[in-house]
């Protein structure tokens, strides 16, 4: 071809202009090749619009057009729609969902008109299709790819469906994870699951059915994993692993439900505002509250709390119940019942403000229900005590005492007998008892938190010895029922959530010691407070042998530690060592010393702690601060004023437990 016919085929491989008649590339070499077979047009949908002299050349050339921009679009679609060839399947880490045609998932691709052509593929057949060798009998037609508003969001649902079903325990492991703690207890008393969800649709099983549960919502997969997570949690020691088949690690298992969960649904407050949402953050809560990470639950329950606000069931909870009763509306009640609750219990120990109002109860509540809300009524008074130290607060104090003694006169005698608690029972009962003994360490832990501050000033001012003689008696109650738990080899999720108040009733009785021996003869405090020495030690004992036995009993093991550390202040072979400082939850900073008083240390600005403060940065991010005003314990002997005598607690951020970020020693 000479240079005439290369530039006029240049020029006509351009758009033609409106009105222009061009030739197409492929006719003109049709031309000056020979005739080629020409296609029946007859059929063709735009043979109608054609002249019968313009049939020949431009439906020939569209159709042309039309096949070469139908091979440039597909293989466009191969080069941006490749899916990977190698996916990534590491077991237990969710990973992004696989790309296809137009944000479809896996699943609707392989049923899509226009699903793209296998993986395999070589590039050598896509340097055939740019070549042009690739023949098509026909041409294709030509595709228009339209946005689908929803595609994305059908998408990420199949995702999360598949990333946490894929993590469901077969439903032999299923069992005898909920055989074998009372984390069963969790679906009277923390939601109610459909019927539909339990093993043989039957209610008193209390097991949840695996292959029924894969079936639901992803927010119903949430919250049975995170069920199973507490229950693993709760596993007592003596537990065999090998027991089950397809768990091989169960402190990896539980951290991967819980991860997991938190980064798929409960980071979303679209996907919360719901009630089987409220449920799910509450059971995050209930396993943050087990692992001892106060501030982290509290977090939670925060947001459960405002986003419950939201739904307007502040409102619900004062609304008479319809007859027959409305499930829903019987729901909502109980878990702004329960949120309230867990808020009362995590504000009082970390010193933090309450976030509702009190609730009330229907006239045939259980009577473990009446008596909790009555404690929770007084609580905000409670924590207001030790702020300040005067005789005005000790009257306070002397007055909700008398209306906690006079709430556990209106219940029946045998509410406060420690109960025989079955070992392996489920049953309504069995929780009814368990129910009821939380109660009572509920109440009397509420008695320590009254007259602590006053038993700490025993020694100086008689006055208060009242306040002492009734913390002692409490804290021993405590810790009666807390050993009645542990006679039942199947109540760790009831002693992990007590184990915080037996930790605070047995440092106020190893306390009590100290002060005594530090004011008393060795031979007089050994009649007077030999019992309560003994049952330091026993609770010590059974609390190393938990954490020897094995490694979720945290809680256990770092109260073994401190009151050992507390003790030995009392061993005179220390004497030469001198001060000793603790930093305890609840308790704050306290400074040991033999044969005198414990006492709370000015916070010096030159202490480790205080050069935190003044730094930048650290190796990940700034320390965080948190600053208690209260006057738990009384001041210095010498009387010392300084600006910076402060309650400080320091750790290093909200994922750190409590156990590990708060006992510093």
Same mark, same amino acid.
């Given at each position: 071809?000479?240079?005439?016919?290369?530039?006029?085929?240049?020029?006509?491989?351009?758009?033609?202009?409106?009105?222009?008649?061009?030739?197409?590339?492929?006719?003109?070499?049709?031309?000056?090749?020979?005739?080629?077979?020409?296609?029946?047009?007859?059929? *063709?949908?735009?043979?109608?619009?054609?002249?019968?002299?313009?049939?020949?050349?431009?439906?020939?050339?569209?159709?042309?057009?039309?096949?070469?921009?139908?091979?440039?679009? =597909?293989?466009?679609?191969?080069?941006?729609?490749?899916? $990977?060839?190698?996916?990534?399947?590491?077991?237990?880490?969710?990973?992004?969902?696989?790309?296809?045609?137009?944000?479809?998932?896996?699943?609707?691709?392989?049923?899509?008109?226009?699903?793209?052509?296998?993986?395999?593929?070589?590039?050598?057949?896509?340097?055939?299709?740019?070549?042009?060798? =690739?023949?098509? #009998?026909?041409?294709?037609?030509?595709?228009?790819?339209?946005? $689908?508003?929803?595609?994305?969001?059908?998408?990420?649902?199949?995702?999360? =469906?598949?990333?946490?079903?894929?993590?469901?325990?077969?439903?032999? !492991?299923?069992?005898?994870?909920? @055989?074998?703690?009372?984390?069963?207890?969790?679906?009277?008393?923390?939601?109610?699951?459909?019927?539909?969800?339990?093993?043989?649709?039957?209610?008193?099983?209390?097991?949840?059915? &695996?292959?029924?549960?894969?079936?639901?919502?992803?927010?119903?997969?949430?919250?049975?994993?995170?069920?199973?997570?507490?229950?693993?949690?709760?596993?007592?020691?003596?537990?065999?692993?090998?027991?089950?088949?397809?768990?091989?690690?169960?402190?990896?298992? &539980?951290?991967?439900?819980?991860?997991? %969960?938190?980064?798929?649904?409960?980071?979303?407050?679209?996907?919360?505002?719901?009630?089987?949402?409220?449920?799910?953050?509450?059971?995050?809560?209930?396993?943050?509250?087990?692992?001892?990470?106060?501030?982290?639950?509290?977090?939670?329950?925060?947001?459960?709390?405002?986003?419950?606000?939201?739904?307007?069931?502040?409102?619900?909870?004062?609304?008479?119940?319809?007859?027959?009763?409305?499930?829903?509306?019987?729901?909502?009640?109980?878990?702004?019942? #329960?949120?309230?609750?867990?808020?009362?219990?995590?504000?009082?120990?970390?010193?933090?403000?309450?976030?509702?109002? !009190?609730?009330?109860?229907?006239?045939?509540? !259980?009577?473990?229900?009446?008596?909790?809300?009555?404690?929770? +009524?007084?609580?905000? @008074?409670?924590?207001?005590?030790?702020?300040?130290?005067?005789?005005?607060?000790?009257?306070?104090?002397?007055?909700?005492?008398?209306?906690?003694?006079?709430?556990?006169?209106? &219940?029946?005698?045998?509410?406060?007998?420690?109960?025989?608690?079955?070992?392996?029972?489920?049953?309504?009962?069995?929780?009814?008892?368990?129910?009821?003994?939380?109660?009572?360490?509920?109440?009397? @832990?509420?008695?320590?938190?009254?007259?602590? /501050?006053?038993?700490?000033?025993?020694?100086?001012?008689?006055?208060?010895?009242?306040?002492?003689? #009734?913390?002692?008696?409490?804290?021993?109650?405590?810790?009666?029922?807390?050993?009645?738990?542990? $006679?039942?080899?199947? #109540?760790?999720?009831?002693?992990?959530?007590?184990?915080?108040?037996?930790?605070?009733? +047995?440092?106020?009785?190893?306390?009590?010691?100290?002060?005594?021996?530090?004011?008393?003869?060795?031979?007089?405090?050994?009649?007077?407070?030999?019992?309560?020495?003994?049952?330091?030690?026993?609770?010590?004992?059974?609390?190393?042998?938990?954490?020897?036995?094995?490694?979720?009993?945290?809680?256990?093991?770092?109260?073994?530690?401190?009151?050992?550390?507390?003790?030995?202040?009392?061993?005179?072979?220390?004497? /030469?060592?001198?001060?000793?400082?603790?930093?305890? /939850?609840?308790?704050?900073?306290?400074?040991?010393?033999?044969?005198?008083?414990?006492?709370?240390?000015?916070?010096?600005?030159?202490?480790?702690?205080?050069?935190?403060?003044?730094?930048?940065?650290?190796?990940? *991010?700034?320390? %965080?601060?948190?600053?208690?005003?209260?006057?738990?314990?009384?001041?210095?002997?010498?009387?010392?004023?300084?600006?910076?005598?402060?309650?400080?607690?320091?750790?290093?951020?909200?994922?750190?437990?409590?156990?590990?970020?708060?006992?510093?020693?």
């Amino acid at each position: 071809m000479d240079s005439a016919s290369n530039a006029d085929d240049g020029f006509n491989r351009k758009r033609p202009s409106k009105g222009l008649r061009r030739t197409c590339w492929e006719c003109k070499r049709r031309k000056i090749h020979g005739p080629v077979s020409q296609p029946d047009v007859s059929s *063709h949908p735009r043979s109608n619009s054609f002249g019968p002299d313009l049939v020949d050349e431009d439906n020939t050339c569209s159709r042309h057009i039309g096949e070469r921009l139908c091979k440039l679009e =597909q293989l466009f679609e191969r080069f941006v729609c490749r899916k $990977n060839p190698t996916p990534d399947t590491s077991a237990g880490v969710p990973r992004s969902p696989t790309l296809t045609v137009s944000g479809f998932s896996e699943k609707e691709s392989k049923s899509s008109p226009w699903r793209l052509s296998s993986d395999a593929q070589s590039m050598s057949s896509i340097g055939d299709g740019i070549l042009g060798a =690739q023949t098509w #009998t026909s041409a294709p037609s030509i595709h228009t790819l339209v946005e $689908n508003p929803d595609s994305g969001q059908v998408s990420s649902y199949d995702f999360i =469906q598949r990333s946490l079903t894929v993590l469901l325990p077969s439903q032999h !492991d299923a069992d005898i994870i909920f @055989e074998s703690s009372n984390g069963w207890m969790i679906l009277d008393g923390i939601y109610r699951a459909s019927r539909d969800i339990y093993v043989d649709r039957d209610h008193q099983s209390y097991a949840l059915d &695996m292959q029924a549960v894969a079936q639901e919502r992803p927010i119903i997969v949430a919250r049975t994993l995170l069920h199973l997570a507490i229950c693993i949690s709760s596993l007592p020691p003596e537990f065999d692993p090998s027991r089950l088949s397809s768990v091989w690690n169960l402190e990896s298992t &539980m951290h991967n439900y819980v991860k997991t %969960v938190t980064s798929l649904i409960t980071s979303s407050d679209e996907q919360m505002m719901t009630l089987h949402g409220l449920e799910t953050l509450m059971l995050l809560a209930l396993y943050h509250m087990n692992s001892a990470s106060l501030r982290q639950s509290w977090l939670v329950i925060r947001r459960g709390l405002n986003l419950a606000h939201l739904m307007g069931f502040q409102r619900i909870i004062t609304r008479d119940d319809l007859d027959p009763p409305i499930p829903a509306i019987s729901n909502a009640k109980a878990i702004w019942r #329960t949120f309230v609750d867990l808020d009362r219990y995590l504000g009082l120990h970390l010193r933090l403000p309450f976030g509702a109002d !009190d609730y009330p109860l229907p006239a045939n509540a !259980d009577a473990h229900l009446v008596h909790r809300s009555k404690i929770n +009524a007084i609580l905000r @008074e409670v924590a207001e005590l030790d702020r300040e130290i005067s005789p005005q607060a000790y009257s306070t104090a002397l007055a909700l005492d008398e209306r906690m003694e006079s709430s556990m006169r209106e &219940m029946p005698k045998e509410f406060w007998e420690v109960p025989n608690i079955p070992s392996t029972a489920r049953s309504p009962e069995s929780y009814a008892v368990l129910e009821r003994l939380m109660v009572q360490m509920w109440h009397f @832990e509420t008695k320590i938190f009254i007259h602590l /501050p006053y038993l700490l000033r025993a020694s100086q001012d008689s006055r208060y010895e009242f306040s002492k003689v #009734t913390a002692l008696q409490a804290s021993r109650n405590v810790l009666m029922r807390w050993f009645a738990l542990r $006679n039942a080899s199947i #109540t760790q999720a009831c002693c992990r959530s007590a184990e915080i108040g037996v930790f605070i009733a +047995a440092v106020t009785l190893t306390l009590d010691i100290v002060i005594e021996l530090g004011t008393k003869e060795k031979s007089e405090v050994q009649k007077t407070k030999g019992t309560d020495f003994a049952m330091i030690c026993r609770l010590i004992g059974e609390m190393e042998k938990l954490a020897n036995a094995s490694p979720r009993e945290k809680i256990a093991a770092r109260s073994a530690v401190v009151l050992k550390k507390i003790l030995s202040s009392l061993d005179p072979s220390k004497q /030469p060592a001198g001060k000793s400082r603790l930093t305890i /939850p609840f308790f704050g900073t306290v400074e040991l010393e033999f044969k005198k008083l414990p006492i709370r240390p000015v916070f010096d600005v030159d202490s480790d702690a205080g050069k935190l403060m003044n730094a930048t940065a650290t190796e990940h *991010h700034l320390p %965080v601060f948190s600053f208690v005003h209260n006057a738990l314990w009384p001041s210095a002997e010498d009387g010392s004023n300084c600006d910076f005598d402060w309650n400080i607690v320091l750790f290093d951020g909200l994922e750190d437990r409590d156990t590990e970020g708060n006992w510093v020693f």
